[in-house]
């Protein structure tokens, strides 16, 4: 009685029978799935089906001819190299930027957080661009790299710099909450008992945000594979060198190759949805673990 007059409730409304605040009729609940399935169907799936009937609308072997031509196999073998070199990269900062967040106080602990956060806020067509004034012929050291016969931009290299900056926020993203919410007792008991910090690493920290870790491994792949709009300004476009799967499909489109333009999105589309059920799995895994866990 004490508490419902300190909150003015009316005794009427503190005798009421308890309610659970998302105990909504069945024809709200079904009203507002349906509204979610038909907006997921329109803006998500349709579009995807779409892709794949109008790549494989000129037959199938028109198909994987499109896969197999000269410069699409370079495409597909360019944005597979770059994202073999960009995700381990993130890997390791996210790892390393994590952990000194979730387990340390430092100052510029706050400026650190924010600057992982930059690439969510920066257009990545002016991040390709920054690399440009940078790194170009006009750029701050572009004078010092061209004496020195170093290429960063429209090759290789400015490429991976501009998919390492706009996807190195994916790990640390996913590893930052965790680690915060574990604190660090696990990794203090290891240590008291005479574990040095690298074995702490391994045996402690690591294990405890594997999940965590997959999922941020998993999008930064996804992310570095299909990433336009900075790749676009870096890569200078050239054909059997320096053209993404991405791009490669913009110039098919734009010659009006739309059949082969459509197999090869068909094909990142292809690797999205493989990125998309090995997460499922994964946190299926996880979940079961954790109920295996709970049961003990």
């Not at 400026?111 to 690439?119: E, K, N």
């Not at 965790?178 to 702490?200: H, P, Y």
């Amino acid at each position: 009685m004490a508490l419902e007059a300190s909150l003015d409730i009316h005794p009427s409304v503190a005798a009421a029978p308890w309610r659970s605040p998302t105990a909504e009729s069945p024809a709200v609940k079904w009203t507002l799935i349906g509204v979610a399935l038909a907006f997921l169907g329109f803006f998500l799936v349709l579009p995807l089906v779409a892709v794949f009937v109008e790549a494989f609308r000129s037959g199938v072997g028109v198909y994987f001819e499109a896969l197999v031509e000269p410069d699409a196999v370079a495409a597909i073998r360019l944005t597979l190299l770059v994202a073999a070199i960009a995700v381990p990269c993130n890997l390791v900062f996210g790892l390393a930027a994590a952990w000194a967040i979730a387990k340390f106080e430092f100052k510029g602990k706050n400026l650190l957080i924010t600057l992982i956060d930059l690439p969510f806020s920066v257009s990545p067509v002016i991040s390709g661009l920054v690399y440009v004034l940078l790194f170009g012929s006009q750029g701050f050291l572009g004078p010092w790299l061209a004496r020195h016969g170093i290429e960063i931009v429209f090759a290789v290299p400015g490429i991976v710099l501009a998919t390492i900056f706009v996807t190195f926020p994916f790990v640390a993203r996913e590893l930052i909450p965790l680690m915060q919410e574990q604190g660090s007792g696990d990794e203090e008991a290891a240590i008291s008992l005479g574990a040095s910090g690298w074995k702490t690493f391994w045996l402690v920290t690591l294990p405890n945000v594997r999940w965590a870790l997959l999922y941020g491994v998993l999008l930064c792949n996804a992310r570095a594979m299909g990433e336009y709009g900075a790749v676009s300004v870096v890569s200078g476009h050239i054909r059997g060198l320096t053209n993404t799967m991405p791009l490669h499909v913009e110039i098919l489109y734009n010659e009006y190759s739309f059949s082969a333009a459509f197999a090869v999105a068909s094909l990142l589309a292809l690797l999205a949805l493989v990125t998309l059920s090995i997460k499922s799995f994964l946190e299926w895994r996880h979940a079961d673990g954790l109920k295996a866990v709970r049961g003990h």
